[in-house]
Structure formats: C-alpha cells, structure tokens
Nanobody
Framework: QLQASGGGLVQAGGSLRLSCANT????????MGWFRQAPGKEREFVAA?????????YYADSVKGRFSISGDKVKNTVDLRMDSLKPEDTAVHHC????????????????????WGQGTQVTVSS
C-alpha cells in the first residue's frame, strides 16, 4: 500500500515536500513515481526513481531544476522535494510503483504503474 502525504497550500516561489510511504513492499524493488492531475486536465508524469545498483532519476521537463525525488531505504519512503513552486503546479499528486524492469522509454507512462496511493493536494497561490 502506498500512502502519500505532505501536500498543502503555499505561495508561488515556496516549497513543499511530499512523502510516499510504501508499506508491505520494499520501494527499492520498484520504480517509484509521482504523477499529478489538475482539474480538467489529464494525469501527467512528474518524477520517478529507479534503484538498480545505483539510482536513476527521471523528471518531467516542466519540473526539472525545481523538483527533486529521493528515496530512504531505511524508512522505505520516497520523497518529492518541490521548490520554486508555480500556480501551474497546483494538482492532486499521486505516488505509484512500477516493475523494476520497466524499460526507460515508458517510465513516464502511468499505464505501466501497478500500485497507486491516494493523492495529496498541492495548491500554489499566485
């Protein structure tokens, strides 16, 4: 089960840290991703991390340089640090898990993620 937390209301330029707790599974055995969906828009990829000996990181172009995904193997959590937030970042953010062996070209595709947590709302005011 995946449990996301850390959302809230913040002014533009502010920061938030989302956390995804992965109970029952070891996150390092999966690709862990964050997706978001704003009202009236399709769900979109935000970031993902793959642990396979080392770590591989994937980011949507819209968040590169502002967001950072990281994993804590001891706590079995995956965090999303969000800096320089913009009003367009407003959305419900979900964490999800996909098979470790997923090929890189589809890491950003939500259809390949098997496990999903409930969302946490991020609202950025202008």
């Amino acid at each position: 089960q995946l449990q996301a937390s850390g959302g809230g209301l913040v002014q533009a330029g502010g920061s938030l840290r989302l956390s995804c707790a992965n109970t029952g599974r070891t996150w390092s055995n999966y690709i862990m991703g964050w997706f978001r969906q704003a009202p009236g828009k399709e769900r979109e990829f935000v970031a993902a991390i793959r642990w396979s000996g080392g770590s591989a990181y994937y980011y949507a172009d819209s968040v590169k340089g502002r967001f950072s995904i990281s994993g804590d193997k001891v706590k079995n959590t995956v965090d999303l640090r969000m800096d320089s937030l913009k009003p367009e970042d407003t959305a419900v953010h979900h964490c999800a898990a996909a098979a470790q062996r997923l090929i890189t070209s589809v890491v950003t595709n939500a259809d390949y993620y098997t496990y999903w947590g409930q969302g946490t709302q991020v609202t950025v005011s202008s």
